[in-house]
Structures are given as structure tokens and as C-alpha cells.
């Protein structure tokens, strides 16, 4: 019988909306880098004549970097960002909040590496109380994250 050791649906959810927010970032300036191939220096401000096809291609390359680099940094964090973990004997199912849909990885407890936890306390002009946890398995580059403030989390785990 698997035990659910961590679940964080909550937070989640707002990942999910950075994520999707992040989609609509994203296309947005691709729409935006391909008019500007297409017309930048067509407008007064800009000039008022068609600039060449080099310089049209690299302001438009430069926006599609603005573009996709959120989007892949999101990509990544969907993968590592847990939501769930379930232990079944020696055994761990972890989910994550993936990037459109939630992705699931299972491991044997003996490939647990380590875990190190953070306080996630910063004031300022904003106070941050955000404590988290990396969780290393052997084989992967990138950590896993657990988000301490999840509706369950066991303590005793």
C-alpha cells in the first residue's frame, strides 16, 4: 500500500499559472519578433523605411531569445518542481508539475543521494518566507524541489 509522504496542490496551481503565463509571454513576442522581420523600420519613429533584411533578422532573433528563455527555464522547473511523493515499500513515486501535464518518475530509495533544505527567508522591501528542500537522485543533473509550505508534507518520512 503506497504512503503519501508529500502533497502540494496549492502552490502548485500557481505554478501552473506562471507556467501558462509564461506560454502567452511566449507567443506573444513570437508574434511580435516575426511583424518585426517583417516591417521594422516601416514606422515613423523607427525610421520610416524598411531596414535591411539583417538587421530586420537580428532584432527579430534577439526577440525570440527574450521569448524562450523564460519558457525553457519554466520547462525545466515543471520537471524538477515536486507535487507528490508516494513511498510503496522501498520504492518512490515522485510527480511533477511537468510542463502542460504532470510527469511522474519512480525510484528505488537507494538512489537518494541527499537532501538539502533551505530556510527561503529574505526581508526587505518584501518579506520571503518560502523554505524549500532539494532532493538529489543518482543519475540526474538537476535536484528535485520540495515546497515546504504544501498542504502535506511528513515530517517523520
Do not use: C
Amino acid at each position: 500500500m503506497a504512503e503519501l509522504l508529500f502533497e502540494n496542490q496549492r502552490q502548485a496551481r500557481k505554478a501552473r499559472l506562471v507556467v501558462l503565463g509564461t506560454i502567452v509571454w511566449s507567443l506573444g513576442w513570437l508574434y511580435w519578433s516575426s511583424v518585426i522581420a517583417q516591417t521594422y523600420g516601416l514606422a515613423a519613429g523607427d525610421g520610416g523605411s524598411l531596414r535591411p533584411a539583417g538587421q530586420r533578422y537580428i532584432i527579430a532573433l534577439l526577440m525570440l531569445a527574450v521569448a524562450f528563455a523564460p519558457l525553457i527555464g519554466m520547462l525545466v522547473y515543471g520537471r524538477v518542481y515536486l507535487t507528490r511523493i508516494r513511498r510503496d515499500g522501498d520504492r518512490l513515486e515522485l510527480t511533477s508539475l511537468g510542463f502542460l501535464l504532470p510527469f511522474r518518475y519512480r525510484i528505488d530509495l537507494s538512489e537518494l543521494t541527499g537532501a538539502t533544505t533551505y530556510k527561503g527567508k529574505a526581508t526587505g522591501r518584501v518579506s520571503v518566507d518560502a523554505p524549500w528542500i532539494t532532493l538529489r537522485v543518482k543519475g540526474r543533473r538537476l535536484p528535485f524541489v520540495i515546497d515546504l509550505q504544501a498542504e502535506h508534507v511528513d515530517k517523520n518520512a
